[in-house]
């Protein structure tokens, strides 16, 4: 369809879709608890950088706007997760109007979208994912504008939005690759030899260059953050169980993305859009090869609904009502039904029965139940890691405020994971609580030079932690333990340490000087 005669009455028609999106997550948004995740990330906002240990520094600023004008709720931390979801809905549609889609197009694509378990489940956490799938369809958005109007100023606002998803997450750097080796490889590869898409890679490189500065400064900490996260996580993720999430993630919405894919190949009218089915197999191989996570590639997936959007329109004509709606009931139906696997709109207990029934009924669904050690649980993991903060920060707290005002001065708190410290700095002000010390994550980019106060609360789950404190410390006791029975951080305990040896500083200090050149 020529672009001149795509009409704009979509828009309004595209937020009804949007609306739903939003709605959605407002049923999920404060239930349950803070994400592990969600509790580093709103940390990172109060100690704005150009650069943390695991992350680039956008949602950092986003934590920062969200504690500062939203508050500290878990419903605050979630607005601009929604938000960002809704917005991809909305680029999607605008991407099935430049394919040349109408009403039933974008209908297939956003319910696709919507009701994908991919995407409900990585769209409402305060986490860096769902800005990432932002700047992603952002991108392909921009791309097809500039394809359709030839008009450059698209190409600097593909820049920007390049720049800015770099500094949201690194993987923005393959997907930006892909792209442009799926446009050099089609016949659409012309309209990148002119001097504009130089002076766009210069933009994103502007914007981006502060990250990059502040890693070299700091030793290149991504490399190190890699490199665990391939020994701890990655090398458990097989090619065949990537293959097969890929084609288990979005439910009954695989029948509209791999329709939209062959579509691209197959189809005369999307011919011009060929690079999108290109980058996306470069995408997926890349993953393949290097075992990424199922959720990595998931940013690739809106476009591909928007061209399965379009290939449904295009098939089932106007007049085949029935086979339409048939159609619809089929994208959406399903999926619905199986939202409380991955969107918490039901409460905790029905939310276990619900799942026991269903990975029961289904088998080749435990995948979501099985977790990084490669066990099944009776939660999600996204689940678990969402119970136990609160309770974990008030018995510390307890502890704290059981010592006497002198004892408090020379008192420090000590947590062995992100999620255990950010919850405790998270909720501080609430309970009374000091500023927490952690080596791990991000933490030890703030960490205190020593660890030698005279009471140390110390919070860990390690089960050898008594048997280590043993040699460092005068005496050490046990105070309390994490009893919220889902809680992947159940179990973990709380120990009061008395005059600490010279020896645990050390520790600490060789510790922290090794971590801070990683």
Not at 231 to 252: A, C, K, M, S
Request: contains cysteine; positive net charge.
């Amino acid at each position: 369809m020529p672009y001149k005669n795509r009409k704009s009455s979509y828009f309004p028609f595209i937020l009804i879709f949007v609306a739903l999106k939003v709605i959605l997550n407002l049923f999920a948004i404060k239930n349950f608890g803070f994400h592990r995740d969600e509790l580093l990330h709103l940390v990172l906002g109060d100690h704005l950088d150009w650069g943390y240990k695991e992350v680039p520094p956008f949602i950092a600023l986003l934590a920062k706007i969200t504690l500062s004008v939203f508050g500290d709720s878990v419903f605050a931390a979630r607005i601009f997760s929604t938000l960002a979801s809704g917005l991809i809905i909305w680029l999607t549609g605008l991407i099935t109007v430049e394919l040349g889609g109408k009403r039933f197009a974008i209908t297939v694509a956003c319910l696709a979208l919507i009701f994908s378990p991919a995407f409900a489940a990585s769209g409402y956490l305060f986490q860096p994912v769902v800005f990432d799938q932002l700047w992603w369809v952002l991108t392909v958005w921009l791309f097809c504008k500039y394809l359709n109007t030839a008009d450059v100023r698209y190409l600097y606002w593909l820049g920007a939005a390049v720049g800015l998803g770099m500094l949201t997450k690194y993987t923005m750097a393959f997907f930006t690759g892909s792209l442009i080796i799926g446009i050099l490889i089609s016949r659409e590869r012309k309209l990148l030899y002119n001097r504009h898409v130089f002076y766009s890679a210069l933009v994103a490189t502007v914007i981006f260059l502060p990250n990059v500065i502040w890693q070299f400064a700091h030793h290149l900490p991504v490399i190190t953050h890699m490199r665990e996260l391939r020994e701890t996580q990655l090398d458990y993720v097989h090619p065949l169980d990537f293959i097969e999430q890929q084609l288990l993630v979005n439910g009954t919405a695989l029948f509209v993305w791999l329709t939209g894919f062959i579509a691209l190949f197959a189809s005369f009218r999307l011919r011009r859009f060929r690079f999108m089915a290109i980058a996306y197999i470069l995408i997926f191989l890349f993953l393949l090869k290097m075992n990424g996570k199922s959720y990595y590639i998931f940013g690739a997936y809106p476009m591909l609904f928007a061209t399965g959007g379009f290939a449904f329109e295009r098939i089932l004509k106007r007049q085949a009502y029935l086979l339409r709606s048939l159609a619809l009931l089929i994208v959406v139906i399903p999926n619905m039904l199986l939202l409380p696997l991955v969107l918490p709109i039901l409460s905790l207990q029905d939310t276990v029965s619900f799942i026991k029934r269903q990975t029961e009924r289904y088998p080749f669904f435990k995948f979501i139940i099985t977790w990084e050690d490669q066990k099944q649980h009776p939660l999600t993991q996204d689940y678990a890691d969402m119970l136990g903060w609160d309770e974990m920060a008030k018995k510390a707290a307890d502890v704290y405020h059981s010592l006497t005002p002198e004892q408090q001065k020379n008192t420090q708190l000590y947590a062995d994971n992100y999620g255990e410290a950010g919850a405790l700095h998270h909720y501080r002000h609430q309970y009374g609580l000091p500023e927490v010390v952690s080596l791990n994550s991000s933490f030890q980019l703030w960490a205190a030079d020593n660890l030698n106060a005279k009471y140390i609360i110390y919070v860990d789950d390690d089960d050898n932690v008594e048997r280590r404190l043993s040699k460092v410390v005068g005496s050490y006791k046990l105070v309390g333990q994490v009893q919220t029975p889902l809680a992947r951080e159940h179990g973990v305990r709380i120990y009061l340490l008395t005059d600490p040896s010279p020896k645990l500083n050390e520790i600490y200090r060789a510790e922290l000087a090794k971590k801070r050149l990683q």
